[in-house]
């Protein structure tokens, strides 16, 4: 896609004429980085060095060697310290529009910080006052990492030309943090009940294997079923011996004699 290109820059105080004065470039390559902000780093980093020349194209070159994923933003902070005047309302400017969130830093301590700066851009007349609102709302997203609830109501807003004053940013950074607070608690609460659900079902899955053993034991039970009648008809013919009538003793003739009716001797 087109794009509206940087105008050259230098660095050689001879080739400066009336409003190419390094201020004004850099005015005018801030302005044009806000609007390359969806854009990837590296496209913006050789956009910027293809508007370079001279002392300032060696500096950006020995700034990519040393670290190749450097950022255009710190790019023209460098590029400040080197042909800017430190006195001038740009560096004040600049300071305020590179404010970037630390990584260990909340972003209330952020805003404090960046607060900070934008004041002292007002004091050198770098920021108007009618804007400051403005401009605090647009750094906040861009250089920080709001939560998704404040990103988009930051971005509102802006669009609707409310942005909150200082004080007014600090409350919505307290109530957005708090309600997402909630909300992750509010999900933590509903995970550990699902596990409790989860540890109940393995629970009953479980117990139920054993029921499983028990029922595949019980043929074994049938299998003795089946057997014992085979010790009860062992045992009746034990008792049938047992209690079996003794056999009638044998007479010297032979005869068995009837255990009722044993012979009794007569009347001699």
Same mark, same amino acid.
């Given at each position: 896609?087109?794009?509206?290109?940087?105008?050259?820059?230098?660095?050689?105080?001879?080739?400066?004429?009336?409003?190419?004065?390094?201020?004004?470039?850099?005015?005018?390559?801030?302005?044009m980085?806000?609007?390359?902000?969806?854009?990837s780093?590296?496209?913006?980093?050789?956009?910027?060095?293809?508007?370079?020349?001279?002392?300032?194209?060696?500096?950006?070159?020995?700034?990519?060697?040393?670290?190749?994923?450097?950022?255009?933003?710190?790019?023209?902070?460098?590029?400040?310290?080197?042909?800017?005047?430190?006195?001038?309302?740009?560096?004040?400017?600049?300071?305020?529009?590179?404010?970037?969130?630390r990584?260990?830093?909340?972003?209330?301590?952020?805003?404090?910080?960046?607060?900070?700066?934008?004041?002292?851009?007002?004091?050198?007349?770098?920021?108007?006052?009618?804007?400051?609102?403005?401009?605090?709302?647009?750094?906040?997203?861009?250089?920080?990492?709001?939560?998704?609830?404040?990103r988009?109501?930051?971005?509102?807003?802006?669009?609707?030309r409310?942005?909150?004053?200082?004080?007014g940013?600090?409350?919505?950074?307290?109530?957005?943090?708090a309600?997402?607070?909630?909300?992750?608690?509010?999900?933590?609460?509903?995970?550990?009940?699902?596990?409790?659900?989860?540890?109940?079902?393995?629970?009953?899955?479980?117990?139920?294997?054993?029921?499983?053993?028990?029922?595949?034991?019980?043929?074994?039970?049938?299998?003795?079923? +089946?057997? $014992? @009648?085979?010790? #009860? &008809?062992? %045992? =009746?013919?034990?008792?049938? /011996? !047992?209690?079996? *009538? +003794?056999? $009638? @003793?044998?007479? #010297? &003739?032979? %005869? =068995?004699?009837?255990?009722? /009716? !044993?012979?009794? *001797?007569?009347?001699?």
């Open positions: 896609m087109a794009y509206q290109e940087l105008r050259a820059f230098s660095g050689k105080e001879e080739s400066g004429r009336e409003g190419e004065s390094f201020e004004s470039w850099l005015d005018h390559a801030d302005d980085l806000y609007l390359w902000r969806h854009i780093e590296r496209e913006k980093r050789r956009r910027l060095v293809e508007s370079l020349g001279g002392p300032a194209l060696d500096l950006m070159c020995s700034l990519l060697d040393e670290n190749p994923t450097i950022t255009a933003q710190d790019c023209l902070a460098a590029l400040v310290q080197v042909f800017g005047n430190k006195d001038t309302q740009m560096t004040s400017r600049l300071k305020f529009m590179t404010c970037v969130q990584p260990q830093e909340t972003l209330y301590a952020y805003v404090m910080r960046l607060e900070g700066l934008l004041q002292l851009a007002m004091e050198k007349g770098a920021v108007h006052l009618t804007v400051a609102d403005q401009e605090r709302a647009r750094q906040v997203p861009m250089r920080a990492r709001p939560n998704e609830t404040l988009n109501k930051l971005r509102r807003m802006r669009l609707e409310r942005p909150p004053g200082f004080m940013m600090l409350h919505l950074i307290r109530e957005t943090e309600r997402e607070d909630t909300s992750d608690r509010g999900q933590q609460f509903q995970v550990k009940e699902g596990a409790h659900v989860v540890v109940g079902d393995l629970g009953a899955n479980w117990a139920a294997p054993g029921h499983e053993d028990c029922a595949q034991a019980a043929p074994g039970c049938i299998d003795c079923a +089946q057997i $014992a @009648p085979a010790y #009860e &008809d062992g %045992a =009746q013919d034990a008792l049938a /011996h !047992e209690y079996a *009538p +003794q056999a $009638a @003793p044998v007479r #010297e &003739d032979g %005869a =068995q004699v009837s255990p009722g /009716h !044993e012979q009794v *001797p007569g009347p001699s």
